[in-house]
């Protein structure tokens, strides 16, 4: 059972103690804080016109202006916004999704892990960049919608994890223990499995984030995201469409994805730095 | 043969049956009917609308269409394209298949050489300069979007410097005096798509790789064999033969998502392949097209899964060398 003690520890380990953790960190902050910021230090409002049509870069648009003469650098700001949101939902429900399932199917066996296992099966053998793309095209282009489309084709892989690694924990002495007391099915569930399983929790939302970030830009990119609000994947798609290259205005294609990769890289690291503390052996030769 | 096998073939025959009423389904639970589409696109009178409604049996029960989509799927009678009438699926399906194989082809074997390559030399210097480099430069490039990478490359390497052309498989219009210009042709057009997914997919199999290494470097095979006097580089040629399994494993599995992987890539590039046919499917639902090019996005990705499972199992180094965790 991990106190609150060894909680801390492993914080201290992930995040300042691994670098690759505390750059991670400090990617992922430095852009939940542009999103926040982003209506005090955007030059422009994003949504209004506020100059002529395809500028290049200049002291009063630092990115230039957009085929309809929107600010680009206040447009990339408030992108950063919709990748968070996407980024850290999306994941959050998937991951949600396969927590209950994979406990499920990996502490009560038999019938319900037949059914949950063939439905991991099924998903994890779907065409899935396709069908993403036909539900996003015909369920209508809602952020709600990119989330929870992302969510539903997310869970598979987790809940495999979850499964595999409920299952080896079930016949561990302690929990042995506690059920011999008399603990409940959904005690030993939540009490004494839930926590050993925290790591790989945490691993799988933010290795599922930045899939969620990169696929909710190619999305948009493809223009099957929300053209209400403005994201990353969006400009990139509009930057594409209006000759941005052509035009030599390549900072306007550059600056974008050049922050899709930067918050995925943020996400992933964290990720990489959980995954080290995991597995020690890893870790002790760097 | 292990009854384990038995399990896991017939599960992956049911599997594929349901994936098949999904791809029956999810198209067609979605609003607007194909014949109203084309209908837009080209202005066609309401009379015609009809006559392709009816054509098309698109007003037919939903069960009917469900048996004549499955009896079509295993005859290989796929009819005819929506939006390429009178062309029929057949054609259009094999005259794109070629390209995308080429071209996911070649970028699985760059994806998997370099990822795995550079993957076993940084396990094997763990710690030193290459391994720092090589590990910081997989995780810089991990979540780069690679149609971000391939927009990039067409602006620098096409439209600058004008080393390679920007999209198409072909020169539009090009005549051939031999057989070797018509390679380079092709060649030269898979240079960028091939670089930029390359530059990005390698970095996962470079981690895995390297993490793999590690993991049997500390293991008692190793110490024993270096014990034993056994020279580094046959110690580092057992290893990264082990190591190699988990990426091989993936490339398998990356081998099922060859072409909806390529959906992206090809819009990007105007590359005449599968993906961009689905794509363009997609928005005009040519169900036809749909149909069979669904149908063979499913079958690919159970074999891959079935061949990575079996590629596991044989080879698993955990089995060779006997459970010890």
């Known amino acids: 059972m991990p106190k609150k003690e060894s909680i801390i520890k492993a914080i201290n380990m992930i995040i300042i103690k691994n670098s690759k953790g505390l750059a991670g960190i400090s990617i992922v902050l430095f852009f939940v804080f542009m999103a926040i910021l982003a209506p005090y230090i955007a030059p422009y409002d994003p949504y209004a016109v506020v100059g002529k049509p395809l500028q290049p870069p200049s002291p009063q648009h630092w990115l230039g202006t957009n085929d309809i003469g929107q600010d680009i650098w206040s447009e990339v700001l408030y992108g950063s916004r919709t990748s968070l949101l996407v980024g850290l939902t999306a994941p959050f429900i998937a991951t949600l999704i396969a927590l209950v399932l994979g406990l499920l199917a990996g502490y009560k066996g038999g019938v319900i892990d037949e059914l949950i296992s063939g439905a991991i099966d099924i998903m994890l053998a779907l065409p899935t960049l396709p069908l993403i793309i036909i539900l996003a095209a015909y369920l209508g282009p809602s952020l709600l919608n990119i989330i929870l489309i992302l969510a539903f084709f997310g869970w598979a892989g987790g809940a495999r994890v979850f499964r595999a690694q409920v299952m080896s924990l079930r016949s561990r002495e302690y929990v042995e223990a506690a059920r011999a007391l008399g603990a409940s099915g959904m005690r030993i569930m939540f009490i004494h499995i839930l926590p050993s399983l925290t790591p790989i929790i945490l691993a799988d939302i933010v290795m599922g984030a930045t899939s969620a970030i990169l696929t909710e830009a190619g999305l948009s990119f493809l223009g099957l995201g929300d053209p209400t609000v403005k994201s990353w994947g969006q400009i990139l798609r509009h930057a594409q469409a209006s000759y941005a290259l052509q035009l030599d205005l390549w900072l306007w294609i550059f600056v974008p994805g050049l922050f899709i990769a930067l918050l995925g890289t943020g996400f992933a690291l964290i990720g990489f730095a959980i995954e080290e503390y995991m597995n020690p052996r890893i870790r002790q030769k760097i | ?325």
Do not use: C
Request: hydrophobic residues 50%; glycine residues 6%; proline residues 6%.
């Open chain 2, 1 to 325: 043969m292990n009854p384990y096998i038995y399990k896991r073939i017939i599960r992956s025959i049911v599997v594929f049956f349901i994936i098949l009423i999904i791809n029956f389904i999810l198209p067609r639970a979605m609003p607007g009917n194909p014949a109203s589409i084309l209908a837009n696109q080209y202005n066609l009178p309401a009379a015609t609308v009809e006559i392709l409604i009816k054509e098309w049996k698109l007003d037919a029960p939903l069960y009917e269409q469900f048996i004549a989509y499955i009896k079509s799927l295993f005859t290989g009678q796929w009819g005819y394209s929506y939006q390429y009438y009178p062309r029929t699926v057949y054609e259009i399906v094999m005259e794109r298949l070629p390209w995308t194989l080429l071209l996911q082809g070649t970028t699985t074997v760059t994806v998997g050489l370099t990822g795995i390559l550079l993957g076993i030399l940084a396990g094997w210097r763990r710690g030193k300069i290459s391994d720092t480099l090589i590990t910081l430069s997989a995780v810089i490039v991990y979540a780069i979007p690679y149609y971000w990478l391939a927009l990039l490359l067409q602006y620098f390497l096409g439209y600058k410097l004008r080393l390679f052309p920007i999209s198409q498989a072909l020169t539009p219009g090009a005549v051939y005096n031999s057989w070797f210009d018509y390679v380079v042709d092709v060649l030269r057009h898979l240079a960028l798509p091939v670089l930029a997914v390359t530059l990005t997919a390698y970095a996962s199999y470079t981690l895995i790789t390297r993490n793999t290494m590690i993991d049997l470097l500390g293991e008692d095979f190793v110490f024993v064999s270096r014990a034993m006097g056994l020279p580094e580089n046959k110690i580092m040629r057992m290893v990264a033969r082990n190591a190699m399994l988990p990426p091989i494993t993936m490339l398998t599995i990356r081998v099922g998502y060859i072409i909806g992987g390529a959906v992206i890539t090809e819009t990007i590039f105007s590359y005449p392949g599968l993906g961009y046919l689905i794509y363009q499917s997609i928005i005009y639902k040519d169900y036809p097209v749909l149909n069979a090019a669904f149908f063979m996005l499913s079958v690919t990705i159970i074999l891959a899964n079935l061949a990575a499972d079996f590629i596991y199992m044989f080879l698993d180094p955990r089995i060779r060398y006997g459970e010890r965790r």
